[in-house]
Every structure is written in C-alpha cells, then in structure tokens.
C-alpha cells in the first residue's frame, strides 16, 4: 500500500465534539455509513467518526490486502484529525473488527476502549459464502442495470435473501447514466483468504493490548466459538464477551438497540 493510498481513507463524523470519540470500522462488502443509525442514536454520549476502509466506499483502492497494512493505513487517518488530541475508541465490525485489533496491537497510544463485534483474532472460516456472494455481484451485467432495481432483480435468483441484496446493492453506484461497483471486487475476491485470516503477532508487533475490551457475539453466528476464547484472551487480557440474543453476524442491523446499549455503557463508563 503506497504513502499516496493511505492518503484516499474516507471518513465522515457523527455528532458534536462533547462526546467520547469514537471510530468505527465496518465488514467486508460495507461502509462507513453502515454505522450511522447507531452513530446518531449515541449521540450526545459519542462523538463518532465513520470510517470507510480501503478498497471499499469512498476510500482508495489498493493492489493488496493485508490487515497489518489497513490498519497502519487508518492509524495514519487517524493521527492526521480525529485521533490528533489523544487516544480514541474503537469499534469494528467482522473484517473491520480483525482491523481494529491489529490497529490496537500496533498503534496502542491511539486506542483507549476496543469493542469487536462478532470476531475472532483467529482464521474466519470457510470463506464460501463470500465467494458466492462475489462472484454473483460480478456476473452482474452493469450494461444491462438502468436503474438500481434492475440490479435488484437480476440478483434475486443468485442471492434470494432481499435483505443481503439491499446491504450489498449499497456498492452501486451511478457515473451519469452508467453504474459501478465501489467496493474492488476483484481484489477481494482474490483476496478473500487474506480477508478470512489473521496475521501473525510476530508481523503485527504488538503482544497484548492491555485496556478494556468488550467482545460482542450474535448468539445465532458461528463467528465467536469457544475455542477462540483462550487466543482472544491472550492477545486482549482484559476482555469481556457479551452475547446478543436474537442476533446472527450482523449484530448491528439485526439487534440495534442492545448493540447501542452495550455500546453506551461499555464506552461511557
């Protein structure tokens, strides 16, 4: 990753600077903007900062993935604004939760409260669902999409659940009358057992992050199992794993308002 990619990391703010300062990092397919609803529903406790990661939403692209990379990348961003005053939170979401603990390993004056939401800092797993997810919007044949609903439509056979469609038709985007991917698919379909792994802590630097750390599972996803709990705990000793009823991986859409409580607490105290 070139000086100049790590200069393209997009970010938007959430809320008024009285707030504890809070940075988000999303999953694979999404966007800073996934968090919004969750940013606005913190307000006045939080004062949020929605980060768009590479190779995803409005960010740069780049010709590798690497999580020890991404998350230099995003220290950079960091120091540069809204981390320039002191350490922050950090929340991150799936891909963006392994961001979020390297970053903490790494840039450890930069983090204050750490929260990983449906992780582990271990391999993810069959990657096979990823692998049908993007070589389906691939096949998608753009010249044919005028509107987005045409993209809607010609995906339902591949991907039937509307609601998977509608998190991932949010990387179309219109160029005057033609559309586009944002996110590079390309690379992270290639990409994608990179994407499902974890670096090593002799490449990540760092061998423990000894501040708070909240881990938060769906208890309806395979993504946190018991087996993980002893690397977790060795790398962030000071871990607390909350399990939200009624959530799969996306504990964030699918369970809101206990992932804002837990969220509020844990941040705020």
Known sequence: MSTEETRTVHSTEVGGPGGARTVFLHGLFGQGKNFTQAARALEPDLHSLLVDLPNHGRSGWTDSVDYVDVADAVAEHLRRGFAAD????VVGHSMGGKVAMVLALRHQDLVDRLVVVDISPTGS??????EHLLDSLSRLDLAAVVRRADADRLLTADIPDERVRGFLLQNLRSHGPDFRWQANLALLRAELETIGGFPDTSVIGGESFDHPVLWLA???????????DATMRRLFPRTRLVTIKGAGHWVHSEQPEAFVSALRVFLTA
């Open 86 to 89: 002191g350490p922050v939170h």
């Open 218 to 228: 769906g208890d309806r996803s395979p993504y946190i199992r018991p087996e993980h």
């Open 125 to 130: 797993g069959g990657t096979g669902e990823f």
